[in-house]
């Protein structure tokens, strides 16, 4: 168990009060994703990072919120597109709900895909979220993410789940 | 929060449940991953030398006192020590055989370390400070992970393998051997005291549903160490203290299952079952233990102002003690502690999220120095985001060891006459009391926490402790060594029994500052002062003296740790520390510098080259009178370590 007792992880989905740990799992996943984006050198480094996301995805709501954050230099921008496909090169991060990532096209150069379907990485895409009992962890492909010109810091390959290189 | 933050959780050791740092009413100092990763650590202990306030000396390869807030002591016992929730130290002769724990450092996923009492929630023995290693899931080791380092006295090599069976279920195997050379005698030859252990294991994570998981894991380790001992020998031309190597080894099976339930929004449950056999032969004595402790416990968020935690615990420990006449069970062949706990715990909260109080207390019965209570109250305040206090007072027990109260321990020692220090044979019979009590420690407590904005947190802790009935060792009898075919003494021979006749006081501070001088430059500077004095209740030295003294802790402490990301390839780090001389003078004062380069080569492997003791050949941490070992001193080395990961 990652915390003493266990009670932890369950507490920082339930708890309630003004703390930090007060956050829904989609909250948490919203903030897992920012902070991976803090780890990650793109090729492109333009004034604005957009991240694409699907209108009919739960994770939507949250991600619009982190519209004008900071990463690194760059400011956070989100654009939502009704169909996977209709997301195209401007995104530098393209959030893909639970799609396989056999039904996606490969990253395009200085992109990353990022999914929940338990096997994304595995099936290509470049970061995975996946919960495990209350908790949510990523993994990465590291090879993918190299095709595409996008380079993981080591303390973000530490942190992950599982890295495929 | 920070990414680590959000896949695990902030705090839980003082509260037993999630809290970030600057919302607990306790001194508190978490190692997380990346202080891991950067760090030049061989062992556990190393790991523990970057906490604000903490003394860890190392006494032999084989031997290191870790301690908090004074009593730094090869025998010192008062540091409850955990491993993902299961208490690891010894309760038959000295606390912790640091040494033997042997989990692999890139398996671990935090360190949370309390300075000061944490009896109320974690029961005797937890006097100064809890000490709390988590490990990680076996779902966030997927793939193979290998560290290999190489240095000029030690080498290491961790492997791991983890991989998902199932979506609701994770494994990992993992391993780790380490060898030392040891450390250098005062003229700077080898002591040849080498080391070298091994522990193997597997652990399975289960999560049937998002409300309920199962942790059960199951290690081996083994290993084994030459210790030199200093022992006296009587011939035709006299006295001599000659130096005698005894070959050692030990070995530890560890069996550990946990299951916890979110019943509901507001009520969270686990139960936990571990058994541990530890087995260590050193100098010939055979200290052999099998423990069994179960455990289950609850936090319930009783309304909007109410949190309520409770548990309930038993253990059973059956010593085993003996091999030669050093150290023998006065009683029977082997000896049962039972021991039974609860505690119960109510945070209230008298102005939401500013304003809270805790009140809790354990309850303990053993068999073999009965009942006591652990109660504490704590208050915090939080003024405003950037600025919260707590202040503490707690009352919290250390119960005697099995050597305080049933063994029989004959030690042939130099021993250094009063005034001229010259040594003389001595032949020292130490008599377990079975009527030793409990050490009561007194403490209060006051903290305050601030945001300093830009991410620099100053962090600041204080505390004054009053000790009652601290184990001592009272002297009974004092004569003259008579040896076969000498008409004349050849030394002394002293018998003396344990007890309870010191008594002792302290105070200090530990002051901590963080923060990013750039978003690539991290720097975090601690300072800690401590005064310790431990005296007899009686006031006469001669016939009852403490078994710690206290004189081996320093009053100050400065630690300066920095490191920079040059790119996202290479990075530097550095570490100083500076320790006053010990309280009784005996122990100089040194200085540490550690230096750390790394390059990450390709994603997935990294390489390091690092170096401690940097300033002096050599140096001593650790040197106490009137025990048969030499001191060892710290050498100056340098490793190469390559980690990977696929």
């Known amino acids: ?165 | 929060m920070s990414l680590e933050d959000l896949l695990s959780q902030e705090v839980t050791t003082a509260s037993k449940k999630a809290r970030p740092i600057g919302d607990s009413a306790s001194a508190i100092y978490v190692i997380n991953q990346d202080n891991i990763r950067r760090s030049a650590a061989r062992t556990l202990t190393d790991l523990l030398r970057q906490v604000p306030g903490l003394e860890v000396f190392d006494l032999s390869s084989s031997g290191t006192s870790v301690s908090a807030r004074g009593f730094s002591s090869r025998f010192a016992s008062n540091l409850l020590v955990m491993v993902d929730g299961a208490a690891i130290y010894s309760t038959s002769i000295s606390g912790m055989f640091w040494d033997q724990a042997l989990m692999p450092l890139q398996d671990i996923e935090r360190i949370e370390v309390i300075r000061g009492p944490g009896g109320a929630l974690w029961g005797s023995n937890s006097i100064n400070g809890v000490i709390n290693v988590i490990t990680k899931q076996s779902v966030d080791t997927q793939g193979l992970r290998a560290s290999g380092l190489a240095g000029l006295r030690d080498a290491r090599a961790e492997l791991g393998y983890g991989t998902r069976l199932s979506d609701e279920l994770g494994v990992r195997a993992y391993g780790t051997y380490r060898r030392s050379q040891g450390m250098k005698f005062s003229d700077g030859s080898n002591d040849h005291a080498s080391w070298e252990g091994g522990l193997g294991g597997v652990r399975f994570d289960y999560a049937p549903t998002s409300k309920d998981s199962v942790v059960f894991l199951s290690e081996y380790s083994r290993g084994g160490f030459t210790q030199p001992y200093k022992g006296f020998a009587v011939g035709p031309t006299g006295v001599t203290f000659p130096i005698s190597y005894v070959d050692n080894d030990f070995s530890s099976t560890h069996i550990l299952s946990r299951w916890s339930h979110t019943a509901s929004q507001s009520l969270t449950l686990a139960g936990q079952v571990y058994f541990n056999q530890l087995k260590r032969e050193e100098l010939g004595v055979l200290v052999a233990r099998d423990l069994y402790d179960a455990s289950f416990e609850g936090h319930w968020q009783a309304g909007a102002r109410h949190e309520i935690g409770f548990g309930i615990s038993g253990r059973i420990s059956r010593d085993r003690i003996g091999g030669n006449n050093l150290f023998t069970l006065m009683k029977n062949n082997s000896n049962v502690d039972r021991i039974a706990t609860g505690y119960l715990e109510d945070e209230f909260s008298l102005i939401p999220d500013r304003l809270r109080i805790t009140l809790g207390s354990k309850f303990e019965h053993n068999n073999f120095s009965g009942s006591n209570i652990q109660p504490n109250a704590r208050i915090f305040y939080r003024a405003n985001d950037k600025l919260s206090m707590w202040a503490a007072i707690s009352r919290a027990v250390r119960t005697p060891l099995l050597q305080e109260r049933g063994v029989k321990a004959t030690l042939e020692t130099p021993f250094p006459l009063p005034g001229s220090g010259t040594l003389v044979p001595a032949i020292s019979t130490v008599i377990g009391n079975p009527e030793s009590k409990p050490e009561v420690l007194d403490s209060i407590e006051a903290g305050l926490w601030s945001s300093l904005g830009r991410g620099w947190i100053f962090d600041v802790a204080a505390f004054y402790n009053r000790y009652d009935d601290l184990a001592s060792i009272n002297l009974s009898s004092i004569s003259p060594l008579f040896l076969a075919g000498f008409p004349f003494p050849v030394g002394l021979q002293t018998t003396a029994a344990f007890g309870n006749e010191a008594k002792g006081r302290s105070w200090g501070t530990e002051i901590l500052l963080s923060g990013n001088l750039a978003p690539n430059w991290s720097m975090e500077a601690s300072y800690s002062y401590l005064d310790l004095k431990i005296r007899p209740k009686t006031g006469f030295e001669n016939m009852a003296s403490p078994v710690i003294t206290g004189g081996l802790s320093s009053h100050h402490q400065l630690r300066l740790k920095t490191a920079v990301d040059l790119d996202d390839r290479f990075e530097v780090s550095g570490a100083l520390h500076y320790v006053s001389r010990s309280l009784d003078g005996l122990r100089p004062a040194y200085t540490d510098l550690g230096l750390r380069a790394e390059f990450q080569a390709t994603p997935n492997i990294q390489i390091a080259l690092s170096g401690s003791n940097l300033l002096k050949n050599k140096r001593l941490e650790y040197y106490q009178l009137n025990i048969p070992f030499p001191p060892n001193y710290v050498v100056r080395t340098g490793q190469l370590e390559i980690r990977t990961r696929f």
Do not use: H, W
């Open chain 1, 1 to 165: 168990m990652r915390c003493l007792t266990v009670l932890c992880g369950v507490l920082m989905l339930t708890a309630t009060g003004g703390n930090a740990a007060a956050q829904s799992k989609g909250d948490v996943k919203v903030a897992i994703i920012y902070n991976i984006l803090r780890f990650v050198t793109f090729p492109n480094n333009t004034a604005t990072l957009t991240v694409c996301a699907r209108r009919q995805d739960s994770l939507v709501e949250g991600l619009k919120s982190l519209e004008g954050r900071a990463v690194s230099t760059r400011k956070i921008t989100v654009a939502v597109y009704d169909k996977i496909d209709q997301a195209a090169n401007e995104c530098d991060v393209v959030y893909v709900g639970y799609a396989s990532a056999r039904t996606l096209q490969k990253p395009a150069r200085g992109q990353i895909l990022i999914g929940e379907d338990p096997s994304f990485v595995d099936q290509g895409g470049t970061v995975g979220l996946v919960s495990f009992g209350p908790q949510v962890r990523f993994t990465i492909n590291a090879r993918v993410a190299q095709s595409s010109g996008v380079r993981f810091s080591s303390q973000l390959m530490q942190l992950a789940a599982k890295v495929i290189s």
